[in-house]
T-cell receptor, first 115, second 110 residues
């Protein structure tokens, strides 16, 4: 297993367009998280899944954001009608819930620039 | 609401000059405190998890300690390759996501 994979690494889009990011977690991990990170800030929690169920969404996740994890494997994060304030690094992480170590493994992120 | 404050925001050291990074936190029911390293343009890389006051963990030149209100990341005789942003995060009883601090940007000059 090569860790958490995210695609694409970089995305430049025009304001108002829709974008979709993909995350492939570590195969034996049952939890998958999405975070957003802006320059000079720590990652901010957006949402997470346990298997295919979306269990929590942050108030940061506006109606323009939607996440899915069909069949409990990979996940997608879609942003509709992008705004310049959506420019950030979108990080995906996975973990094995139920073990003592709650630590996450992060992917390398997708850098979104809205112009 | 869980909160994490890291200090200093930035730290510049000479190679071999030991120092400590601070992470102060408030959380309802700490389930874990985490340290991550983040290089520019990359995702955070897991370093340590601490669960209870008095716990310590070491990895190469890094040592993490935990009290009931703060954690320290001690770096001994650092090398230029230790330059990175070090992030602290807590996992509390109030939410299922980690709450991160803003990080300490560490620069080790040769």
């Amino acid at each position: 297993d090569t860790g958490v994979s995210q695609d694409p690494r970089h995305k430049i889009t025009k304001r108002g367009q829709n974008v979709t990011f993909r995350c492939d977690p570590i195969s034996e991990h049952n939890r998958l998280y999405w975070y957003r990170q802006t320059l000079g800030q720590g990652p901010e929690f957006l949402t997470y899944f346990q298997n295919e169920a979306q269990l929590e969404k942050s108030r940061l996740l506006s109606d323009r954001f939607s996440a899915e994890r069909p069949k409990g494997s990979f996940s997608t994060l879609e942003i509709q009608r992008t705004e310049q304030g959506d420019s950030a690094m979108y990080l995906c992480a996975s973990s094995l819930y139920g073990g003592k170590n709650y630590g996450y493994t992060f992917g390398s992120g997708t850098r979104l620039t809205v112009v | 609401e869980d909160q994490v404050t890291q200090s200093p925001e930035a730290l510049r050291l000479q190679e071999g000059e030991s120092s400590s990074l601070n992470c102060s936190y408030t959380v309802s029911g700490l389930r874990g405190l985490f340290w991550y390293r983040q290089d520019p343009g990359k995702g955070p890389e897991f370093l340590f998890t601490l669960y209870s006051a008095g716990e310590e963990k070491e990895k190469e030149r890094l040592k993490a300690t935990l009290t009931k209100k703060e954690s320290f990341l001690h770096i001994t005789a650092p090398k230029p390759e230790d330059s990175a942003t070090y992030l602290c995060a807590v996992y509390g009883g109030g939410a299922d996501g980690l709450t991160f601090g803003k990080g300490t940007h560490l620069i080790i000059q040769p």
